[in-house]
């Protein structure tokens, strides 16, 4: 195919994100959007968006939609999947995969038996500085890689959201446990699981600990520790209880060793890449970059990765730290 005829599902905070540079990439089309919130339509609307659904499956019965990307809330992605699938649409899904390794195995299963494709938003593969890493590894840059440590803290869903029309309000499943499937560790610590899995591939749960700081039912602080079967050791630090958004990750080889804030941006990067996105030059977004990625590999009849196995692999890797959590409560450790 040569023009992606797109269509998206869900406009929260992160589906804004996603209709704003679906509309920016080229040889690509916005068919069409859904939501229930008839605020987030008329957003849609005055983006340019023609048709808008407040039914996603209305928007999946169009012949030619191509794809679509699903910003569901966790404790929909299986459903949407399923019936995006099922529809023939191939499907770029915000992370996680779903809220747990069964659900994940049932969307890879629809997809496979429909033959559509299926790519997960993992946005650091898309970092730039953090492909530059990925290289340095593979071309021995550090030597023999002992030592890592990745930390993600944010306000996680307090963070303060907003549009063109104001703040956006934090919507009430992002603390129910059964809804959204986890707490920082599922969030935050999903995107850094991926990144290390990327970078070393294989790895185990060692030991987990949670904490719960702002006293909810999920977790607000996570910590865990990981082996790399080929590979190092490494720690994964989240949490959802700080004002301050960062991102960094810590690699120690004998060779070398690096430090590297991923985030947050300089302002002037932030003005920078609107300005560029403003006067149609190259966008290098993670969110931009992931979206032409997925395009372009529907174009050339490729995968697009992280695939939907590379989402259930960190589902998997989750589920265990999660378990090793339990484990550590029956001995009376492992839980603040």
């Known amino acids: 195919m040569k023009q992606v005829n797109l269509?998206?599902?869900?406009?929260?905070?992160?589906?804004?994100?996603?209709?704003?540079?679906?509309?920016?990439?080229?040889?690509?089309?916005?068919?069409?959007?859904?939501?229930?919130?008839?605020?987030?339509?008329?957003?849609?609307?005055?983006?340019?968006?023609?048709?808008?659904?407040?039914?996603?499956e209305s928007l999946l019965k169009n012949p030619q939609l191509d794809a679509v990307i699903i910003s569901l809330p966790n404790f929909l992605h299986l459903e949407g999947a399923v019936k995006a699938a099922e529809a023939g649409k191939h499907i770029f899904i915000e992370k996680p995969l779903a809220?747990?390794?069964?659900e994940g195995e049932k969307i890879l299963s629809s997809?496979?038996?429909?033959g559509v494709s299926l790519m997960v938003g993992y946005d650091l593969r898309f970092n730039p500085d953090l492909k530059s890493v990925r290289e340095r590894i593979s071309d021995g840059f550090f030597g023999e890689v002992q030592i890592v440590e990745a930390t993600n803290v944010s306000g996680g869903p307090f963070a303060s959201r907003n549009d063109r029309v104001g703040p956006i309000p934090v919507p009430s499943w992002w603390f129910d446990k059964e809804l959204a499937g986890g707490g920082a560790l599922l969030d935050l610590g999903s995107h850094m699981i991926d990144l290390?899995?990327?970078?070393f591939g294989e790895t185990e749960v060692i030991e987990s600990y949670l904490g719960y700081t702002l006293n909810m039912k999920l977790e607000d602080v996570a910590t865990c520790m990981l082996k790399f079967k080929n590979g190092p050791i490494a720690t994964v630090k989240v949490g959802w209880f700080s004002k301050n958004?960062?991102?960094?990750?810590?690699?120690?080889?004998?060779?070398?060793?690096?430090?590297?804030r991923i985030s947050p941006q300089s302002s002037?990067?932030?003005?920078?890449?609107?300005?560029?996105?403003?006067f149609g030059l190259q966008n290098s977004s993670p969110y931009?970059?992931?979206?032409?990625?997925?395009?372009?590999?529907?174009?050339?009849?490729?995968?697009?990765?992280?695939?939907?196995?590379?989402?259930?692999?960190?589902?998997?890797?989750?589920?265990r730290a999660y378990e090793k959590t339990c484990k550590n409560l029956e001995k009376g450790v492992g839980a603040s």
Request: glycine share 8%.
């Open 7 to 56: 269509g998206v599902i869900g406009l929260g905070y992160q589906g804004k994100i996603h209709l704003q540079n679906a509309l920016y990439l080229k040889e690509t089309k916005v068919l069409g959007a859904a939501d229930v919130s008839e605020k987030a339509l008329t957003y849609a609307k005055n983006l340019g968006v023609k048709n808008v659904y407040k039914d996603y």
């Open 99 to 102: 809220r747990n390794v069964v």
């Open 111 to 114: 997809v496979k038996e429909n």
């Open 196 to 199: 290390l899995s990327w970078y």
């Open 245 to 260: 958004h960062t991102q960094s990750i810590q690699i120690c080889g004998t060779a070398q060793n690096l430090w590297m």
């Open 268 to 278: 002037l990067g932030i003005i920078w890449n609107d300005v560029k996105r403003k």
């Open 288 to 319: 931009y970059l992931e979206l032409e990625h997925f395009v372009s590999s529907l174009q050339k009849d490729k995968q697009p990765r992280p695939s939907g196995d590379d989402g259930l692999r960190c589902l998997r890797v989750i589920s």
